[in-house]
């Protein structure tokens, strides 16, 4: 193996694609027991590596130089191999900067609470420390600071979870209260899947500037590439990155109407995009074992909605897809946060005249112009972009 990602449990790793664009291949994944972590060490056969949760500062004894910011952290997330032995780097601390810099969020005076006490928090505080941040607080379950007594920082300006709290599969959960933080004015997660995190969610409703860990990840890949290759790129190359990345990774969502031609639309696009289609109304039927119209019939618009909701969390906690939903979906604002978990949200716009109604339970016999007027402020706050099916 040239280059590759070491770590305990890798899941759903991105970091194969984007070495694949930055040119550091071959890249493989490596998961290792913690027994099997020094051996595969000692046995050297790379030249580059990064090192991931819950090995960042289990691999320090095993290296024979450390670089400054990696000793300033305390852990380490890159591996070279060169003549002299094995050296290790941080390149978490510069790949933040980079994540809040693009995302306008600023250190210098400001107090900033982390959630976390791993080897990312440590990279966090010392890269904020050295970005002139006046206070950083460190929360954990169990310590001093912990979720009890949190909410007594109330001048808190800056949060940045350094947990997996959130992290896919467990996708959903989130440990503080962004309300109750009134003088927040940046949020980072340094998780990249789920996209959007409920913690990230809070933020883009309160208008606090905010990131995801995808920006971070790819900006710490570039300079890990950097040090595997012994080059020196520009980081104009991350921005170009990112965006391929976020292409790949994201689902598109479509919400609109019933009968305003999510399906036909959204395998045309999962085609030209190499994404795999979801129909979620599909999926449904598949889960009660009857069509639509029978669930309605049987057992009441209350138990499809609930079918609905878990189907819609079932599949957008999942990427790369294009994603039909049902026409009543975004009436659900849990729904919403759960679309907009991994991707984008698109309106499928229809004149009522061309509307399909067969085979749908709500638009047969409707008043499809009221059964519009009160679902078109809830298209619209759900909507990231709007497209006209004429």
Known sequence: ????????????????????????????????????????????????????????????????????????????????????????????????????GRAGITFAGKKALVLGTGGASAAVKAAMVGAGIKAVSTVSRTGELNYSNVYDETDVEIVVNATPVGMYPDNGGRLIDLSRFPRCSGVIDLIYNPLMTPLLSDARKRGIPFSNGLSMLVAQAKYASDLFRGIQRPDSIIEDILEKTEEKVSNIVLVGMPGCGKSTMGKKMAAELGKKFVDTDILVEQKAGKSIPDIFREDGEAAFRTLEAEVIAAVCKEGGQVVATGGGSVLSLENVDNMRQNGKVVFIKRDLDKLAVEGRPLSQGADLKEMYDKRLPFYMAAADTIVENV
């Open 1 to 100: 193996m040239k280059y590759g990602l070491v770590g305990a449990q890798l899941g759903h790793s991105y970091s194969p694609f984007i070495h694949s664009l930055l040119g550091s291949v071959p890249y493989g994944l490596v998961s290792l027991s913690p027994d099997q972590l020094g051996p595969f060490l000692k046995a050297g056969d790379f030249e580059g590596l990064n090192v991931t949760i819950p090995y960042k500062k289990a691999v320090i004894p095993y290296l024979d130089h450390i670089a400054p910011e990696a000793e300033a952290v305390g852990a380490v997330n890159t591996i070279v191999r060169r003549q002299d032995g094995l050296w290790g780097y941080n390149t978490d601390y510069n790949g933040f900067l980079y994540a809040a």
